[in-house]
């Protein structure tokens, strides 16, 4: 059986004249004839009483029309699906990023994503820029948000936007008031940390600003999360360094300072497998470049 006949079989059904049937599939009687004949003896039950007067459905054939114009109607939703897919207009995309995108400019993101692309699924997944490597290199996610510089061979990247360093600090802390304050004064202070497991590059990198600042700091706490980070030092249980987007937060109890000095910024990237094959990956990483033009423009938070 095949999507021609049943195609044939339906315009018989409905003009009952083979003459007219094949005006309109604008072929002649004979093929008609004989395509009828082909899903007849497939189906296994004649479907048309013929004379030479009239055409008619017999009961297996009127049977067979709702069930025939259903076959054709998934036939026709599959091949749309499939045009759609292949155009990058379809199918579902995996996201994962870190916490702190969601302060960056993600969720608007997505917004407009989605309201141009209606039909695209995105999953979106929270993880570490470590586990986002993992998960990206076992194709388990097509891009990744994440704040690493040691991108793996194979990854293709968009910097997406990139941050200073802030201090994070109790709102009853001294210093918490001041306008800005010198990476120094935060010596001898307990510290709160992202795990250097979740984030090595960070971890790192907060460790290396406070010995250029010119002391070792003393950390108490190691955390998976940034706004854990936040949450705890907003209890009053240490202070931290944390990306500048991170004042977004909102959180009851936490201040947040500039430092007077340059510290390094804190990068966003957007990762892919290079080798990926899939449409939709070309509009949603369009998007990830408009959004990008306009976090790192100079009146970007």
Known sequence: MEFRHLRYFLVLAEELHFGRAAQR??????????NIQQLEASVGAQLFTRSSKAVQ????????????????????QAARHARDVSQGLAGSLQVGFA???????????????QARHPKLRLTLRELSSSDQLIELAQERL?????HTTRVPPGLSQILVARQPFVACLPAGHPLARRRTLS????????????????????HERILALC???GFAPEIRSELRH???????????????????????SALPGAAFVPLDAATGVYETYCLWKTARDHAAMGAFLDAVRSAAKRLQSPHAD
């Open 99 to 113: 916490g702190t995108m969601l302060y960056r400019g993600l969720p608007q993101l997505l917004k407009r994503f």
């Open 211 to 213: 010995t250029e600042a």
């Open 183 to 202: 990476l120094h004064q935060l010596q001898g202070e307990p510290f709160a940390v992202v795990s250097r497991a979740v984030s090595a590059d960070y």
């Open 25 to 34: 599939l604008a072929i002649t009687q004979p093929p008609l004839s004989l």
């Open 142 to 146: 097509d891009l990744g948000f994440v």
């Open 57 to 76: 459905l017999t009961a297996a054939g009127r049977a067979f029309v709702p069930q025939a114009r259903g076959l054709l109607d998934q036939a026709q």
């Open 226 to 248: 940034w706004l854990s980070v936040v949450s705890l030092v907003s209890q009053g249980l240490g202070v931290a360094l944390v990306p500048a987007a991170l004042r977004q």
